[in-house]
């Protein structure tokens, strides 16, 4: 009946968690073909399912585990056969002239018959049938569950000379559908939530299934200080990987950063590489992805709602009146919320009973007392707008005077960000949540995301977002694209989650290729000293993307600015400016590199304007100054076939032995550890903490917060807070204007000089150039 087949519909999907297996005890009449249909043959206990699934699946098992031939008509062929399975309803004669001696007969039928062919037979139908269907599910199953050989369909690139723009490239290849690559590279359906043809979340169990599966090689793509313009980490990046697999039969892994909105409309466009290194669809990974950013600007903004009413609410009404409005009465029962008993925790409380807390109880329950002039949480938004650095908010009557000085940061700044960027799962990414201080109370206690209530709300719009996004290369390599914090004034990298779950899936001799934002003195830097402690990733090699013009620049060439014409030194030869640049700023960056016990691997990204002396001069200077090896590459032109000798050199990198170290002790003074990063990566001969960040080093220590890492806040392009001075400065003082602190993330960030988390929109903005048009909807002017 249709209700029969409601409820076996409903255990199917019932059954699509842990339960391995569903049998179905229902009579003959009710087991029609819909009924048998729907329920999922991994699943299948008793052997109902249809005659398509009993091929794909239970031959299947016979074909891998007994390497035999099995044929199903025409009956030509049964004689060639090791197994003849019969499916069908009623008693079934197999004539002994048709089979093979010594030929197996299954029976897959639902009524009790006894075999009457000569040799082994095997009925299914009763309980006999139930235990080889179990057997054969759980040996299924177990064996999906192992680690699976890549079998990866590699898309052909046939690079056209000039080179086409980068929208034009990315459009005339055909990306293979998400759940084809995600089968390649042995992820099963179940992992995979598809967000259209092109892309894909990617489930966090994966970790667990893999859990025994040794991981491959971690590699970290990081630059020298760039100019304006980038220089080409995620070109790289990607050209890396499609060398790797496309054309030394490597398994490899890209996991990048999702780009910011701001950039991608503002000044530096998209974030998808170039030429032929660019992840597929390039329009679909600039705009939106699967909407990681705006989960993270919604939870943010939620805090900064909840900040504000609270301190309203608290200036507005008195403690009973507080009380009564946060824990109600229900039908007569007032009961306090998990989250709530985490704040009675919090403040030594250990009862659950609203009745039982004294009048001094329920005052320090219900008040947070936020100090507004400590405030540290900002609104958000994924767009560059100058004009949110600096608002009042709460200026209509209904807030009743309650007005306060803000501002907005960039999304990518905000905490949850990092928080995502950093957590290894979705409980510890709740409990970071949780931690999030959001200002300091007019006793001087800290007050976190728990404390406001919001912290369950925070991980119900990130659960989602937790799950890195699976996409492709120009020649059909995988690619995670996760979280996206800057690196100047966050930590620039790409999730641990996606690296976590890279390394798995290619393998011991794999290779997963993660790129930091910006030069190695940013960057890197806070890779290994945040995300390697936070995560227990060790890299194998760095590679050093350097550029003819960064060099130039660096060697003494006139400034470089986005959106004017290059000045002619970048564009002649000049092998004096690139002499210089190598032994100043290429030379430093190596050294850094050094600091950590990491082999590096300097990788030239080519331009059509470099000689062919440039190009020598800077190979052989990197290994003067201490580089493993020195390659240029040319995959913007020609894909992975252009940085083949790259991948060579990366891969025997990575087999040297690995010395790596951190630059300091988390358990150093805070001072000390701003001041060992600033002497022995930026350079520098001291730090001048100003008034301000004194005082806020002294709260953090007395609060606690001591053995966090440090993140600086820096400009990105000089290895001092001096953008001008580029080359390797010395002779300088570090000026520490501010500290802040993110709890959740975990890391005190100091603020050196004047440091900006919400970028401007320039003269012209790339949006000029972008359109649509309605009737293909095909996108023109991202770059």
């Given at each position: 009946s249709s209700s029969s087949q409601k409820h076996i519909v409903s255990a199917y999907h019932l059954s699509s968690g842990r339960v391995r297996g569903v049998y179905l005890h229902l009579a003959p009449a009710l087991l029609t073909g819909r009924v048998i249909s729907t329920l999922a043959p991994e699943k299948d206990v008793d052997g109902l399912f249809s005659i398509v699934n009993e091929l794909r699946y239970i031959l299947k098992y016979f074909i891998l585990h007994n390497r035999h031939r099995i044929h199903l008509n025409p009956l030509?062929?049964?004689?060639?056969?090791?197994?003849?399975?019969?499916?069908?309803?009623?008693?079934?004669?197999?004539?002994?002239?048709?089979?093979?001696?010594?030929?197996?007969?299954?029976?897959?039928?639902?009524?009790?018959?006894?075999?009457?062919?000569?040799?082994?037979?095997?009925?299914?139908?009763?309980?006999?049938?139930?235990?080889?269907?179990?057997?054969?599910?759980?040996?299924?199953?177990?064996?999906?569950?192992?680690?699976?050989?890549?079998?990866l369909r590699l898309l052909k690139l046939q690079p056209l000379n000039p080179v086409p723009s980068d929208i034009q490239i990315s459009r005339a290849q055909t990306p293979k559908s998400v759940q084809q690559l995600a089968q390649e590279i042995g992820l099963l359906p179940g992992e995979l939530e598809p967000y259209g043809r092109n892309k894909a979340k990617v489930r966090l169990s994966?970790?667990?299934?893999?859990?025994?599966?040794?991981?491959?090689n971690l590699v970290l793509v990081a630059g020298i200080t760039p100019t304006p313009l980038g220089e080409g980490k995620s070109t790289v990046t990607i050209g890396l990987v499609q060398a790797l697999s496309a054309h030394?039969?490597?398994?490899?892994?890209?996991?990048?950063?999702?780009?910011?909105?701001?950039?991608?409309?503002?000044?530096?466009?998209?974030?998808?590489?170039?030429?032929?290194?660019?992840?597929?669809?390039?329009?679909?990974?600039?705009?939106?992805?699967?909407?990681?950013?705006?989960?993270?600007?919604a939870a943010n903004n939620l805090v900064a709602a909840a900040i504000d009413a609270r301190m309203l609410h608290e200036a507005t009404q008195s403690d009973k009146a507080l009380f009564n409005r946060?824990?109600?009465?229900?039908?007569?029962?007032?009961?306090?919320?998990?989250?709530?008993?985490?704040?009675?925790?919090?403040?030594?409380?250990?009862?659950?009973?609203p009745a039982s807390l004294t009048a001094e109880e329920v005052r320090a329950f219900v008040r947070l007392d936020l100090d507004p002039s400590k405030l540290t949480w900002q609104r958000v938004v994924d767009t560059n707008d100058r004009f949110l650095r600096k608002i009042t908010v709460g200026q209509a009557s209904t807030e009743k005077g309650h007005s306060r000085e803000t501002g907005f940061d960039i999304a990518v700044a905000s905490e949850i960000m990092a928080i995502l960027a950093l957590a290894d799962g979705l409980g510890d990414m709740r409990v970071r949540l949780a931690r999030m201080v959001v200002g300091t109370s007019r006793s001087g206690q800290p007050i976190t995301a728990e404390d406001l209530g919001v912290s369950g709300a925070l991980a119900v719009l990130m659960k989602d977002a937790i799950k890195p996004t699976l996409m492709q290369t120009l020649e059909g390599t995988p690619v995670f694209v996760h979280a996206?914090?800057?690196?100047?004034?966050?930590?620039?990298?790409?999730?641990?989650?996606?690296?976590?779950?890279?390394?798995?899936?290619?393998?011991?001799?794999?290779?997963?290729?993660?790129?930091?934002?910006?030069?190695?003195?940013?960057?890197?830097?806070?890779?290994?000293?945040?995300?390697?402690?936070?995560?227990?990733?060790?890299?194998?090699?760095?590679?050093?993307?350097?550029?003819?013009?960064?060099?130039?620049?660096?060697?003494?060439?006139?400034?470089?600015?986005?959106?004017s014409p290059l000045p002619r030194e970048y564009?002649?030869?000049?092998?004096?400016?690139?002499?210089?640049?190598?032994?100043?700023?290429?030379?430093?960056?190596?050294?850094?590199?050094?600091l950590f016990g990491v082999p590096?691997?300097?990788?030239?990204?080519?331009?059509k304007t470099d000689t062919a002396a440039e190009i020598a001069l800077v190979c052989r200077l990197a290994l003067e100054c201490g580089a493993r090896a020195a390659?240029?590459?040319?995959?913007?032109?020609?894909?992975?076939?252009?940085?083949?000798?790259?991948?060579?050199?990366?891969?025997?990198?990575?087999?040297?032995?690995?010395?790596?170290?951190?630059?300091?002790?988390?358990?150093?003074?805070?001072?000390?550890?701003?001041?060992?990063?600033?002497?022995?990566?930026?350079?520098?001969?001291?730090?001048?903490?100003?008034?301000?960040?004194?005082?806020?080093?002294?709260?953090?220590?007395?609060?606690?917060?001591?053995?966090?890492?440090?993140?600086?806040?820096?400009?990105?392009?000089?290895?001092?807070?001096?953008?001008?001075?580029?080359?390797?400065?010395?002779?300088?003082?570090?000026?520490?204007?501010?500290?802040?602190a993110s709890i959740g993330a975990g890391f005190i960030y100091p603020l050196v000089g004047t440091m900006s988390t919400m970028p401007g929109l320039p003269t012209r903005p790339c949006f000029y150039d972008i359109d649509l048009d309605p009737v293909t909807e095909e996108i023109t002017g991202l770059f």
């Amino acid at each position: 009946s249709s209700s029969s087949q409601k409820h076996i519909v409903s255990a199917y999907h019932l059954s699509s968690g842990r339960v391995r297996g569903v049998y179905l005890h229902l009579a003959p009449a009710l087991l029609t073909g819909r009924v048998i249909s729907t329920l999922a043959p991994e699943k299948d206990v008793d052997g109902l399912f249809s005659i398509v699934n009993e091929l794909r699946y239970i031959l299947k098992y016979f074909i891998l585990h007994n390497r035999h031939r099995i044929h199903l008509n025409p009956l030509s062929q049964v004689k060639k056969a090791d197994a003849v399975v019969l499916l069908g309803a009623g008693p079934a004669e197999v004539p002994p002239t048709w089979l093979k001696p010594g030929a197996a007969v299954i029976r897959c039928d639902s009524a009790l018959t006894s075999g009457s062919a000569k040799g082994p037979c095997v009925n299914t139908n009763n309980n006999n049938s139930v235990s080889l269907n179990v057997v054969l599910g759980s040996c299924r199953w177990l064996r999906e569950q192992q680690y699976q050989d890549w079998s990866l369909r590699l898309l052909k690139l046939q690079p056209l000379n000039p080179v086409p723009s980068d929208i034009q490239i990315s459009r005339a290849q055909t990306p293979k559908s998400v759940q084809q690559l995600a089968q390649e590279i042995g992820l099963l359906p179940g992992e995979l939530e598809p967000y259209g043809r092109n892309k894909a979340k990617v489930r966090l169990s994966l970790l667990e299934r893999l859990q025994a599966q040794p991981d491959g090689n971690l590699v970290l793509v990081a630059g020298i200080t760039p100019t304006p313009l980038g220089e080409g980490k995620s070109t790289v990046t990607i050209g890396l990987v499609q060398a790797l697999s496309a054309h030394l039969k490597l398994n490899s892994f890209a996991c990048l950063r999702q780009p910011s909105q701001g950039p991608t409309f503002g000044v530096k466009g998209g974030a998808a590489g170039g030429g032929y290194a660019q992840v597929i669809p390039m329009e679909e990974f600039n705009l939106h992805l699967t909407g990681d950013i705006h989960a993270i600007t919604a939870a943010n903004n939620l805090v900064a709602a909840a900040i504000d009413a609270r301190m309203l609410h608290e200036a507005t009404q008195s403690d009973k009146a507080l009380f009564n409005r946060l824990v109600p009465s229900v039908n007569g029962v007032r009961k306090f919320s998990p989250i709530q008993i985490s704040r009675l925790r919090r403040l030594g409380l250990s009862t659950t009973e609203p009745a039982s807390l004294t009048a001094e109880e329920v005052r320090a329950f219900v008040r947070l007392d936020l100090d507004p002039s400590k405030l540290t949480w900002q609104r958000v938004v994924d767009t560059n707008d100058r004009f949110l650095r600096k608002i009042t908010v709460g200026q209509a009557s209904t807030e009743k005077g309650h007005s306060r000085e803000t501002g907005f940061d960039i999304a990518v700044a905000s905490e949850i960000m990092a928080i995502l960027a950093l957590a290894d799962g979705l409980g510890d990414m709740r409990v970071r949540l949780a931690r999030m201080v959001v200002g300091t109370s007019r006793s001087g206690q800290p007050i976190t995301a728990e404390d406001l209530g919001v912290s369950g709300a925070l991980a119900v719009l990130m659960k989602d977002a937790i799950k890195p996004t699976l996409m492709q290369t120009l020649e059909g390599t995988p690619v995670f694209v996760h979280a996206g914090p800057f690196a100047n004034i966050a930590h620039g990298n790409s999730s641990v989650l996606a690296d976590k779950l890279a390394l798995k899936l290619v393998g011991r001799d794999g290779f997963v290729v993660t790129e930091a934002g910006f030069g190695a003195d940013i960057g890197m830097e806070k890779f290994f000293s945040i995300k390697c402690r936070a995560s227990g990733l060790r890299p194998s090699a760095v590679v050093l993307v350097a550029t003819v013009r960064a060099l130039k620049m660096h060697g003494g060439g006139p400034n470089v600015s986005a959106g004017s014409p290059l000045p002619r030194e970048y564009i002649d030869e000049n092998l004096s400016l690139v002499t210089g640049g190598c032994h100043s700023n290429l030379r430093k960056q190596i050294e850094i590199a050094h600091l950590f016990g990491v082999p590096v691997v300097v990788a030239l990204n080519v331009f059509k304007t470099d000689t062919a002396a440039e190009i020598a001069l800077v190979c052989r200077l990197a290994l003067e100054c201490g580089a493993r090896a020195a390659v240029p590459c040319h995959h913007w032109a020609l894909g992975g076939r252009g940085s083949v000798e790259l991948a060579r050199a990366v891969k025997e990198a990575s087999a040297a032995p690995s010395h790596f170290q951190f630059l300091y002790e988390t358990e150093m003074p805070i001072v000390e550890k701003i001041r060992t990063i600033a002497q022995k990566v930026y350079g520098a001969d001291d730090i001048a903490l100003s008034p301000q960040a004194e005082a806020e080093i002294q709260t953090y220590e007395q609060q606690g917060y001591r053995s966090l890492p440090i993140c600086m806040a820096k400009t990105h392009l000089s290895l001092s807070h001096m953008p001008d001075k580029k080359g390797a400065p010395t002779g300088f003082t570090l000026p520490i204007r501010t500290v802040r602190a993110s709890i959740g993330a975990g890391f005190i960030y100091p603020l050196v000089g004047t440091m900006s988390t919400m970028p401007g929109l320039p003269t012209r903005p790339c949006f000029y150039d972008i359109d649509l048009d309605p009737v293909t909807e095909e996108i023109t002017g991202l770059f």
